[in-house]
């Protein structure tokens, strides 16, 4: 979606070849993993006695240790009604005969060959640990428990980093660095809850961008945690050590964006792009941070982010699955109209964000029609 007439150079941006009949078969293959786990949770933990009640407009509670359980239950619970799958009677919630067969199918059956997937094992682990998670209990505490803390941070990469449907977001975001570069002229990059370095990890996989990196004239790459950092910082060191002298591994806090005086790149009119990928639905107070991307960033310059955009609950509750344990995911303070959701917003609330934080022109990927099939994708708005 394109919100004013003139062009700007995020339309050459080329995303066709990522949304590919490949990707659409990743996220399909996800949702139908997700139609057997889901209703396996369900069954275990929520309707032992055949019933579930549930009352969709009970007012959400507004701690995070309160919220978790309460959001897991309350999106579960809608996944399988909007799915068909529980039939509602008033606040009584019964499942059909198909779902109990289906959850009581064997995987071997189920899947036939696509019993091993990567993102089926993830799955897995998120349900042995779903009955903590309704008790409030954090899902990364809980998966170092189960599976120990090595399995826990392989498959966090996984899910965030290298699963196939992130292609698209960090495609977006690493391929957006690349086109500032491409104008040749010295830039200066903020990149906030960088972690692990899904961005820069993707744009060295993009031909021609290492010497392209040449113009990047420094890059904050920073995040809250520092453990992650440090894995990003021997990325770069094997992968691009000429890097090293300009990119700047700082923590940074993004509800505190205005209070850090030291930092060269956070500073009024300083940076020419500022990218998070996958992470501004975590922050507080989102209009803060986006009034303070305004502030920092030079006239005209980019701020890139990646969304996963909030659609029907019957498609969406797999999209956000992991995140959905985490008590990170449930910090919103809720903003409405522009923020009416905890976790992922909507596209609507996104748009309504950018413009009252003053960013009047923005591109939404991918476009409206396909947001539902393709969920993940982001956002490139231009400070005027
Ligand atoms: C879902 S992960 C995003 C993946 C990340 N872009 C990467 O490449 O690994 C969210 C990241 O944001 C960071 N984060 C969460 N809240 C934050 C905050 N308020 N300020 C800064 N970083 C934050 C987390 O530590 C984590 O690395």
């Keep these: 979606m394109k919100t004013t007439e003139h062009e ?20 399909r293959t996800i949702r139908h993993e997700a139609a057997l786990v889901l209703p396996r949770i ?51 919630y019964r499942p059909t005969e198909e779902m109990i067969r289906r959850a009581a199918t064997s995987e071997a059956e189920y899947f036939g060959d696509g019993a091993n997937s ?24 809980l998966l170092e428990e189960a599976i120990g803390a ?14 196939a449907p992130k292609r698209a977001c960090n495609s977006l975001v690493a391929r957006t660095l690349d086109l ?10 903020f990149e906030g809850g960088a972690g692990l370095g899904a961005t820069l990890r993707e ?3 993009i031909e021609g961008f290492r010497e392209r990196a040449e113009h990047i004239e420094s890059f904050g790459f920073t995040d809250i945690n520092r453990a992650l950092m440090r894995r990003s910082e021997e990325m770069v060191r094997e992968e691009a050590p000429e890097l090293l002298e300009r990119i700047h591994f700082d923590r940074v806090d993004l509800d505190q964006l205005d209070d850090y005086d030291e930092l060269p790149y956070l500073q009024d ?40 955009s909030r659609g029907r609950p019957g498609q969406f509750f797999p999209c956000e699955f992991l995140q959905s344990t985490l008590h990170s995911y449930y910090r919103a303070e809720l903003d409405p109209p522009r923020r009416s959701h905890v976790g992922y917003l909507t596209a609507e609330e996104w748009s309504l964000s950018l413009r009252d934080a003053g960013f009047p022109e923005f591109r939404i990927f991918p476009d409206q029609e396909f947001r539902d099939q393709w969920p993940y994708g982001g956002i490139i708005a231009r400070r005027p």
């Design 8 to 27: 700007w150079e995020i339309d050459s941006l080329y995303m066709d070849d990522v949304y590919s009949v490949a990707y659409t078969e990743h996220v």
């Design 42 to 92: 369900a069954l275990k933990h929520l309707i032992a006695e055949g019933v579930v009640i549930h009352d969709p407009d009970a007012e959400p509670p507004k701690g995070v240790t309160e919220r978790q359980p309460f959001f897991f239950r309350k999106r579960l619970i809608e996944y399988l009604h909007d799915r068909g799958d529980l039939l509602r009677d008033g606040d009584a």
């Design 180 to 189: 500032r570069l491409r104008a040749g002229k010295p830039v200066v990059v």
């Design 150 to 163: 090595e399995e826990t941070w392989r498959t966090w990469q996984y899910l965030m980093v290298d699963a």
């Design 118 to 141: 990567p993102t089926l094992l993830a799955m897995k682990h998120i349900e042995s640990i779903a009955g903590g998670v309704l008790q409030g209990r954090d899902g990364l505490v």
């Design 269 to 308: 009119a300083s940076a020419d792009i500022v990218i998070f990928e996958s992470v501004l639905h975590d922050v507080e107070n989102l209009e803060r941070v986006l009034t303070s991307c305004h502030r920092i960033l030079k006239p005209g310059g980019w701020l890139a982010f990646t969304i996963g």
């Design 203 to 205: 744009a060295f996989r």
